[in-house]
């Protein structure tokens, strides 16, 4: 293994014969100035004579044969408020009688322990004294939530141990009451169709900027916000939120600065899924962050491209107009009472990660990105998705990677089992033109040259076999399958209708009564309340029959769906 790849905390996972590295780099927040240029720029990276690609992860130090990350041994010395609570309540010498079951790791289930160790186990602990109560922190938790604040520029944060999914339904609830009107886009992720349900909010859906040869929709533009405004001011309605998906899973970012100013204009709150931009503000060559752009909600996934534990989020508030004592309602109301001390102080160890270097938070990180983005183009009948699919949008995360492979003659699908099979190559998301990567801080040089090596496989065996197609793939599913939907109940009433079960041939043109979606992404082809059409249903017939997963739907077969009984 190569030295540079060292694991960020001390040990590699070997996951089906493919190490995963972790990056040993400590970031800091740093104030930086980053014009439109900037972020729609396409530097050229420069050239190594062979080819490669840098390793981009910093340089550790070696004790007794094991490579220790010199974060690791910083934080030592200094360690973050919430993560020194939990090392210090963990060190008692104490006769514990409470909760969980294995009490600290005493019965911890051999099974497990096999796999991870014992460790996560005696720092799993309850809501003891000395470590504060999520929802009324006064000790280290309060302090982890305002050192963190500081970091993204926010006037409050709080720590999430639901998910971004949690803290889309906290900013929902808090800001539209049953009735409300709430603008967003048909292609938002299906925790903001759950936040309708729970708060009783009635959508106004902005269908997103559609491109056709990627089958992927962009984010909204200020255009298309203002016209929503305007469309409720003619029918004597005002929408009591505006919520944006901005990066979307692609890494399309809206102009946030523009639309925020036109909802504040109204007095209404802007609401952004930044899950996939946790890292955004922290370089030059990123985009700035939705609370630098004038949101008053943003709820980032702090583990995506951020370090913290899977299922750990950060909600961040600036500005006034949304009430915070509502947000602290709607997420006791939402959280767990028996939140995970390991995911909470994770959230705090990824703040202080971010908070070490001034400068050098992700510079190799995008350098590496730009340099194999660079070298793919070159490859034959490879497609990057670039800003000029989408013109009318600021940026694409420069770390986010998309490649099409329609001119191959291969589905996104085909592609993704080929670079399994010749690299061990998992991308992040898989789609019917393309798949996607996500390139972060743990991503190792050595896991980029296998990407690039087997696209270069890749093309080289379809161009020998002679499969090359210059025309569309699979044309014929092509299209946004819920471009033309209307809605006959909002979520929140089909969610409790009456329902019923019907074959798939008899449910067109009945009203939905189930949330279906493909996942990855996430985001829901059929929704509660909408008429069924026939195009939603070929859409879905298709991305099955290619291997997606499809999460809501009852019948996993997709021979019978629930509707609604009017």
């Known amino acids: 293994m190569d030295s540079a790849c060292s694991p960020a905390l001390g040990f590699a996972i070997n996951h089906l014969g493919f190490i995963q590295c972790r990056s040993s780099r400590t970031l800091r927040r740093t104030s930086v100035s980053v014009s439109q240029s900037q972020e729609q720029s396409n530097l050229e990276p420069p050239k190594k004579p062979d080819g490669r690609i840098e390793n981009f992860n910093s340089k550790s130090v070696t004790i007794d ?17 919430l993560v020194s609570a939990l090392k210090a309540s963990t060190k008692q010498n104490v006769a514990s009688f409470h909760f969980p079951g294995h009490n600290r790791g005493q019965a911890a289930p051999p ?32 302090e982890a939530q305002k050192l963190a604040a500081k970091l993204f520029g926010s006037s409050e944060t709080w720590f999430l141990v639901g998910g971004t999914t949690c803290g889309i339904q906290a900013a929902v609830m808090a800001t539209c ?10 292609n938002s992720h299906i925790s903001a169709i ?28 200020p255009l298309q916000v203002e016209t929503a405004l305007k469309e409720l001011e003619l029918e004597g309605q005002k929408a009591a939120a505006v919520f944006v998906t901005s990066p979307t899973y692609h890494g399309i970012c809206s102009k946030l600065g523009e639309i925020s100013k036109l909802c504040h204009s109204r007095g209404i709150p802007l609401i952004v899924d930044e899950a996939h931009g946790a890292h955004f503000g922290f370089h030059p060559k990123l985009p700035y962050s939705a609370i630098q752009q004038g949101a008053d909600l943003a709820v980032q996934s702090t583990h995506k491209v951020l370090c913290s534990l899977t299922q750990s989020s950060m909600l961040h508030l600036s500005g006034s ?52 983005k660079h070298l793919i183009r070159k490859i034959p009948h490879i497609t990057v998705l670039e800003l000029r699919n989408f013109p009318n949008f600021p940026a694409i995360d420069p770390l986010r990677l998309t490649i099409g492979f329609w001119h191959l003659g291969l589905s996104g699908y085909k592609a993704d089992e080929i670079l399994f099979k010749d690299q061990g190559v998992i991308p992040e998301l898989v789609g019917t033109q393309s798949i996607t990567c996500a390139i972060n801080l743990g991503t190792c ?16 065996k379809a161009i020998s076999s002679k499969i090359l197609n210059t025309e569309r793939w699979a044309e014929d599913i092509n ?8 809605m006959a109940m909002s979520p929140r009433e089909a969610f409790f209708a009456k329902k019923k079960r019907v074959s798939i041939g008899e449910s067109l043109g009945e009203i939905c009564g189930e949330l279906i979606c493909p996942y990855p992404p996430g985001i829901p082809v059929m929704i509660p309340g909408e008429i069924i059409t026939e195009r939603a249903l070929n859409y879905l017939l298709q991305v099955r029959h290619n291997g997606d997963v499809i999460s809501g ?6 021979s019978s769906l629930v509707v609604c009984s009017i």
Not at 445 to 460: E, F, M, P, W, Y
Not at 553 to 558: G, I, Y
């Open 111 to 142: 099974s497990l322990t096999q796999l991870i160790g014992a460790a996560p186990f005696f720092h799993d602990l309850p809501e003891l004294p000395e470590l504060d109560n999520l929802f009324s922190p006064e000790g280290p938790i309060l």
């Open 65 to 81: 044969k094991t490579v220790i990350p010199k974060s690791q041994i910083i934080q030592r010395v200094s360690l973050p408020p």
């Open 177 to 186: 009451s049953p009735g409300d009107y709430i603008i967003l886009p048909r």
């Open 553 to 558: 739907a009852s019948d996993p077969l997709l």
């Open 194 to 221: 759950s936040a309708m349900v729970l708060s009783g909010a009635v959508p106004k859906y902005i269908i997103p900027e559609y491109d056709y040869a990627w089958d992927i929709m962009g984010g909204v533009t």
């Open 445 to 460: 040089g050595d896991h980029l040259q296998r990407l690039v090596t087997g696209i270069k496989n890749l093309s080289a």
């Open 321 to 372: 107009i949304v009430d915070r004592e509502k947000i602290c309602r709607c997420l006791q109301t939402l959280q767990s009472s028996s939140p995970s001390y390991l995911l909470l102080a994770s959230l705090d160890a990824a703040r202080a990660q971010l908070s070490e270097n001034p400068e050098a938070v992700f510079d190799k990180c995008v350098d590496a990105a730009l340099r194999v």
């Open 479 to 486: 299209q946004a399958p819920f471009a033309y939907m209307t």
